[in-house]
């Protein structure tokens, strides 16, 4: 099974700021040590059932004032096929955004940026600048990586908004839209309603597409049967085509190995190999342009 992983992050702590990996900022994770070293594709180890054949780069805070930088690294020392999402302030005036933009846009591997929204999104997301931004992303036939909680209906409103009028744009949802972690999900469990809503609310725009990834980051002993049912709702919601299985690297070492990762995707029952094929490399092939 070849495989292109469309979500890790790699790491040079001599050459980049990493802010939030130091152990006096947050997140102040118990475990935060084990991932706080000098990370690249060397580190990438799998087996004979399956083959990394390319990776997308998600920037990791290297430096978020010039994340032009991170890219320059990467591009100098990656050897496999790959393409980056970099870091880019959404908040920024539309003249800084465009500036800022330029000066990514010169590596060939960028092919989208990423702003964190998470517990900001409705304030981003109301926000001019953001609306003017994404529609310059839009423009240039950039993508979006998205990071917030689908829960969160008055963001995921907000951005609909956005969509219905920036046709062009597309987006991609990082960890699933951070699903709730429920030992017993119920339809009167009215987060993981919430989130269904939003799943659907976003899968009607045809430019939209979603990675199933971070269940570490939601509980470092996730259940494989939560971890399927999530993906599996994915898959209902979105189609086979515009979902994609990752493996948040090196995070995901806070649960398990990278081969471990992929080798749960891998033994996942519902699909075929035909499907596991999109689901773990044609459609992050597609989406993120290779």
């Known amino acids: 099974m070849n495989i292109i992983d469309p979500h890790l992050h790699f790491f ?24 706080y070293r000098n990370l690249n594709e060397q580190h990438l180890q799998l087996d004979s059932d399956c083959k990394l054949v390319g990776f997308v780069h998600i920037e990791a805070g290297f430096d978020n004032c010039q994340p032009w930088r991170e890219i320059a690294w990467l591009q100098s020392h990656c050897s496999l096929p790959f393409r980056s ?12 955004f465009k500036q800022q933009l330029q000066r990514l846009t010169i590596y060939p591997s960028v092919v989208g940026i990423r702003y ?10 109301t926000s001019a600048n953001a609306a003017c931004n ?45 699903p709730p972690e429920a030992k ?11 989130w269904l809503s939003g799943l659907t609310t976003l899968s009607k725009y045809p430019r939209c ?13 996730y259940r494989l049967a939560w971890q399927a049912d999530i993906i599996e709702q994915c898959v209902d919601i979105f189609g086979l085509k515009r979902v994609m299985l990752a493996s948040n690297f090196p995070l995901c070492l806070f649960k398990q190995s990278y081969l471990n990762a992929w080798q749960q995707y891998l033994e996942l029952p519902r699909y075929n190999k035909d499907e596991l ?14």
């Open 85 to 96: 999402v970099a870091a880019l302030d959404l908040t920024l005036s539309n003249h800084q």
């Open 209 to 221: 597409s979603i990675k199933c990834s971070g269940f570490e980051m939601l509980n470092r002993h």
């Open 277 to 290: 094929s999109q689901l773990c490399q044609k459609n992050a092939q597609r989406i993120y342009k290779f």
């Open 12 to 35: 040079n702590l001599q050459q980049g700021d990493y802010h939030w990996l130091k152990p006096e900022n947050p997140p102040f994770w118990p475990d935060k040590a084990e991932i």
């Open 184 to 194: 017993q999900p119920t339809a009167q469990d009215s987060i993981c309603q919430d």
């Open 116 to 125: 964190i929204l998470d517990e900001n999104a409705l304030q981003v997301l």
């Open 134 to 178: 994404l529609e310059t992303l839009a423009k240039q036939q950039l993508s979006f990586d998205l990071q917030m909680p689908l829960a969160n209906i008055a963001a995921v409103s907000a951005l609909a908004k956005i969509l219905d009028k920036t046709i062009d744009l597309d987006i991609i949802i990082d960890h699933a839209g951070w």
